[in-house]
């Protein structure tokens, strides 16, 4: 469930914006596809995604997302691709399991 970002400006000066093209991707505006960069590493653009508003939301969404998953302990699956990666998301799992 990876986020998507895209630059305003794509192409040469006046070429209308990129348009939404479902939840994780976008398209040019005349429907042809855009360039791909993986961006990793240092001096790689961030973006910060606030998805909780306080401890309290933050420990919400966990409980919920550990329990009732069809896996040995309930909690969402560690064998998706690219999950080993988002470490802050599995040491609040960890966390949450723990009580």
């Known amino acids: 469930n990876g986020k998507c970002a895209v630059r305003t400006q794509v192409g040469p ?4 914006p990129p348009l939404p093209a479902g939840v994780h ?9 855009l360039y791909t ?8 653009p961030v ?11 933050w420990c919400r969404k966990y409980e ?10 309930g909690a969402f699956s560690t064998d998706r691709e ?5 470490r802050s998301h599995l040491a609040a799992r960890q966390l949450t399991l723990q009580g």
């Open 13 to 16: 000066r006046g070429e209308l």
């Open 25 to 33: 991707g976008f398209i040019r505006d005349g429907g042809m596809g």
């Open 64 to 73: 919920i997302l550990c329990q009732n998953h069809g896996t040995a302990d």
């Open 37 to 44: 960069l993986l961006c990793k590493g240092p001096g790689a």
């Open 82 to 86: 690219g999950i080993a990666e988002v």
């Open 47 to 57: 973006m910060l995604h606030y998805c909780n508003c306080g401890f309290a939301d």
